[in-house]
């Protein structure tokens, strides 16, 4: 079987069934494909990444203070 690289970012645990993740695989690749996908920069999907981190630190932070209030 082929490496299929697209594969590699198959999600684990966003509640996607496998035909779920392939239909929207195929979406994104029509999307591609025909000119109206968005295209943006690297710079744009680091600054993404980083600002998800930093949503995702602060829930974190957030979450352990709730869990200390209650004790």
């Not at 198959?10 to 695989?25: C, K, R």
Request: proline share 4%; charged share 30%; net charge negative.
């Amino acid at each position: 079987m082929p490496h299929d690289p697209l594969m590699n970012l198959h999600p684990t645990d966003d509640g996607y069934t496998d035909e779920e993740w392939a239909a929207e695989m195929a979406r994104r690749i029509q999307e591609v494909e025909s000119g109206t996908a968005e295209i943006i920069s690297w710079e744009e999907v680091l600054r993404s990444i980083q600002e998800a981190g930093e949503r995702s630190l602060r829930l974190t932070k957030h979450r352990a203070q709730g869990n200390a209030d209650l004790h």
